[in-house]
């Protein structure tokens, strides 16, 4: 079974940083683009960050200056640092993942698209 599992999450003032991780688990050949994603109360979810294999990112313009994801790849782990933090930063962050079971799955492009719990972050005024 393949899980993601985030951490980091937290309360902080507003300008404050904070980090978040995410590691995946479970039987795994290869991960696709991994990204990180929010939700605020009464809002949808949106995408905060995502970064290819390669390590090419790409960021929502809220975030952008903010906000940097980067990953390890032999760890299996994405993370994102946050820094200048806002109020408006406040939610619950999930990280995503495609990712291959086996390598007949990675060779015909068949991903099972995987969600970590969330991990909460307010940021106060």
């Known amino acids: 079974q393949v899980q993601l599992v985030e951490s980091g999450g937290g309360l902080v003032q507003a300008g404050g940083s904070l980090r978040l991780s995410c590691a995946a688990s479970?039987?795994?050949?290869?991960?696709?683009?991994m990204g990180w994603y929010r939700q605020a109360p009464g809002s949808q979810r949106e995408l905060v960050a995502t970064?290819?294999?390669?390590?090419?990112?790409n960021y929502a313009d809220s975030v952008k200056g903010r906000f940097t994801i980067s990953r390890d790849n032999a760890k299996k782990t994405v993370y994102l640092q946050m820094n200048s933090l806002k109020p408006e930063d406040t939610a619950l962050y999930y990280c995503?993942?495609?990712?291959?079971?086996?390598?007949?799955?990675?060779?015909?492009?068949?991903?099972?698209?995987?969600w970590g719990q969330g991990t909460l972050v307010t940021v106060s005024s």
């Open positions: 479970g039987s795994i050949f290869s991960i696709n683009d």
């Open positions: 995503n993942a495609p990712v291959a079971i086996t390598r007949a799955d990675f060779q015909t492009n068949r991903y099972l698209e995987v």
């Open positions: 970064i290819t294999r390669g390590g090419r990112t």
